[in-house]
Nanobody, 127 residues
Framework: EVQLVESGGGLVQAVGSLILSCAASGFPSDDYSMGWFRQVAGEGREGVSCINRSNSRTWYADSVKGRFTISSDNAKNTVYLHMDSLEPEDTAVYYC????????????????????WGQGTQVTVSS
């Protein structure tokens, strides 16, 4: 059974920083990309960033480019999201996601149902 466990959310002031972590276990193969979505109450989920763990290619939503950095420690099956210059508009529940097609689908802008999701962690940015 695949499990994704997020940590690192919290309350931060605008222009501050946070680091989210997602520890994965139970992948049936080594070709799963991992990444992050976020959701504001009453709205749909938005892709934030992902990483192809086989070749380290990354994708970012335009709204976070230059401010967020995704990285992966494959030995630990853990992905990190370094969030800098946070803005109140970044306030959301952040979900870790894993799927073989994640990097391809997000890069191409496809609507896609991904296999595995974490439970979510709240990030609140105060102005």
């Amino acid at each position: 059974e695949v499990q994704l466990v997020e940590s690192g959310g919290g309350l931060v002031q605008a222009v501050g920083s946070l680091i989210l972590s997602c520890a994965a276990s139970g992948f049936p193969s080594d070709d799963y990309s991992m990444g992050w979505f976020r959701q504001v109450a009453g709205e749909g989920r938005e892709g934030v960033s992902c990483i192809n763990r086989s070749n380290s290619r990354t994708w970012y939503a335009d709204s976070v480019k230059g401010r967020f950095t995704i990285s992966s420690d494959n030995a630990k099956n853990t992905v990190y999201l370094h969030m800098d210059s946070l803005e109140p508009e970044d306030t959301a529940v952040y979900y870790c996601v894993a799927d073989r097609m994640l990097y391809i689908a997000l890069s191409a802008g496809w609507v896609y149902e991904y296999d595995y999701w974490g439970q979510g962690t709240q990030v609140t940015v105060s102005s």
